[in-house]
């Protein structure tokens, strides 16, 4: 399993619009084949810091979902919204433990 932390800059007067876009594109990411999880959530202490939590089953899902039509429309559409590049950090999982606290 992958998780994927992806961090976009946007540019605070587009901040709804990129954030408008991104609710169309969930329905669609979350639908595809080896998606887990895929959020969006807004940094409160830093206007313009969006950071989308994911997890992939496998290099190869990411990759393939990275190359869809509706992300490779959505990259172009936010592009002249972005303050900087979108940073991606992956790790990879080989297990897991939950906690109850």
């Given at each position: 399993m992958l998780l994927v932390e992806a961090r976009c800059r946007v540019h605070p007067e587009h901040?709804?619009?990129f954030a408008l876009q991104v609710e169309r594109i969930i329905p669609l990411?979350?639908?595809?084949?080896?998606c887990t999880r895929y959020e969006l959530h807004a940094n409160v202490f830093e206007l313009g810091l969006f950071i989308f939590c994911e997890?992939?089953?496998?290099?190869?899902?990411?990759?393939?979902?990275i190359a869809t039509a509706h992300m490779q429309?959505?990259?172009?559409?936010?592009?002249?919204?972005?303050?900087a590049p979108t940073e991606l950090t992956v790790y990879e999982v080989s297990g897991h433990k939950t906690v109850v606290l």
């Open positions: 901040c709804e619009d990411v979350r639908a595809e084949p080896g997890e992939w089953a496998s290099q190869k899902h990411l990759d393939v979902h429309e959505h990259f172009a559409k936010c592009a002249e919204w972005m303050a």
